[in-house]
């Protein structure tokens, strides 16, 4: 068995946090995301969600 070369793919993701509480959520990236991006409103409290980092994602579960 052995991998196949460029079989692996790098999924690209934004993470949102709020800028009140401790909400945060993951999801995919999407054309025009930058940090510190104002996105929308938080479903906890109403405070103003935020892009805080935008990173690339291995399709390949590494687990420790
Ligand atoms: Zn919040």
């Known amino acids: 068995m052995g991998f196949e070369s460029s079989k ?3 999924k690209v993701k934004t993470e949102i946090r709020c800028m009140t509480c401790d909400y945060k959520i993951v999801r995919d990236f999407q ?9 929308g409103q938080c479903p906890k409290d109403g405070g103003q969600l ?6 690339a994602e291995s399709t390949a579960q590494q687990k420790k």
């Open 31 to 39: 054309q025009g995301d930058f940090v510190p991006k104002i996105v």
């Open 8 to 10: 692996e793919q790098l």
């Open 50 to 55: 935020y892009i805080a980092g935008i990173y």
